[in-house]
């Protein structure tokens, strides 16, 4: 079984940044696909990006294209959201996925971790 332990999260000003990081713990951490995903309150759970182990394939939800960046460490067995240019819009608790296909549903993921508070003031 993965575990995974989301870190980062904070307040921080519209137009600023934030990097979250996702440890895992379990065997073969490096095969799966790693994604985020958010929720803000009263909203349902939306797709923000993935990234899959191999050839630096990535995807990236249209409304983060070009302010995110997902990346990872295999050998730290972490993934990391780079999130530059935030707005209010991107208040949201973020969670960390892993699953087997770079796609953007809550389907193609099999683990979650405990999500992590992101809140940008205007």
């Known amino acids: 079984q993965v575990q995974l332990v989301e870190s980062g999260g904070g307040l921080v000003q519209a137009g600023g940044s934030l990097r979250l990081a996702c440890a895992a713990s379990?065997?073969?951490?490096?095969?799966?696909?790693m994604g985020w995903f958010r929720q803000a309150p009263g909203k349902e759970r939306d797709f923000v990006a993935a990234?899959?182990?191999?050839?630096?394939?990535?995807l990236y939800a249209d409304s983060v294209k070009g302010r995110f960046t997902i990346s990872r460490d295999n050998a730290k067995n972490t993934v990391y959201l780079q999130m530059n240019s935030l707005k209010p819009e991107d208040t949201a608790v973020y969670y960390c996925?892993?699953?087997?296909?770079?796609?953007?549903?809550?389907?193609?993921?099999?683990?979650w971790g405990q999500g992590a508070q992101v809140t940008v003031s205007s």
């Open positions: 996925a892993a699953g087997a296909r770079l796609l953007p549903t809550e389907a193609a993921y099999g683990y």
């Open positions: 379990g065997r073969t951490f490096s095969i799966y696909v």
């Open positions: 990234i899959r182990s191999s050839f630096g394939s990535t």
